[in-house]
């Protein structure tokens, strides 16, 4: 079965610095997969990998072609989506006008999303559509930076820290917006701290541990693997 996202062997580098060591993973169609482990260990620096925005060895195929040495903007033309963990948003642009803004050119009218099914999904971003952006909660920028990135119409999105620092309901509906992404047949990539959202929605996880995967498995292996959560996982 081929893979629809496929790192092999990847290497990247932050100037001198070698932050990921080998790392090996995959995502198929349909399928939300979570990256685990503590900060700074690199899951960052892989869904960056893939975007073209740090320097990078190996193979990172999609859908069976090489993205190493494309442009980010290249890369999300192929249907790689992209939510950064800073909330990429225009803050004195509106609610509509960023969602607009991240409408694939050409491509509106065809997209399995319209504006309107990001207003069924999330009805607060509705309520502020004509308000700026950057006068809005975190939770509500999350939703629309999230909004703004499928409205790019991708095959799978990449996800850093969706959670960070939003209140529970918040977290609730994040999760909820990933089982639908998954349901309308959109892969997801999730780069998480928090353990629970991560078991409780993701048909695999990875475990990473200082540039290089240390485990891969079913939450339920996870779940059951009491030393590599220990030794990777808990603070």
Known sequence: MSHLLELSDVHAFYGKSHVLHGVNL????????????????GRSTTVKAAMGLVDARGSILFKGQQLL???????AHKGLGYVPENRDIFPTLTVEQNLRLGEKSGKAASSRWQIDDMYQMFP???ERQHTQAGVMSGGE???????????????????????????????DLVAEYL???????????LVEQKLAIALDISQRVYVMGHGSIVFEGSPADLKQDLRIRQEWLEV
């Open 124 to 126: 607060r971003l509705k």
């Open 26 to 41: 995959h995502v198929n169609a349909g399928e939300i997969v979570s990256l685990l482990g503590r900060n700074g260990v």
């Open 179 to 189: 089982m639908t992404l998954r349901q309308k047949g959109i892969s997801v990539l």
């Open 69 to 75: 040495g494309l442009k980010a903007f290249e890369i």
């Open 141 to 171: 920028q999350q939703m629309l930076t999230l909004c703004r990135t499928l409205m790019g119409d991708p095959d799978l999105i990449m996800i850093d820290e969706p959670t960070e620092g939003l209140a529970p309901k918040i977290v």
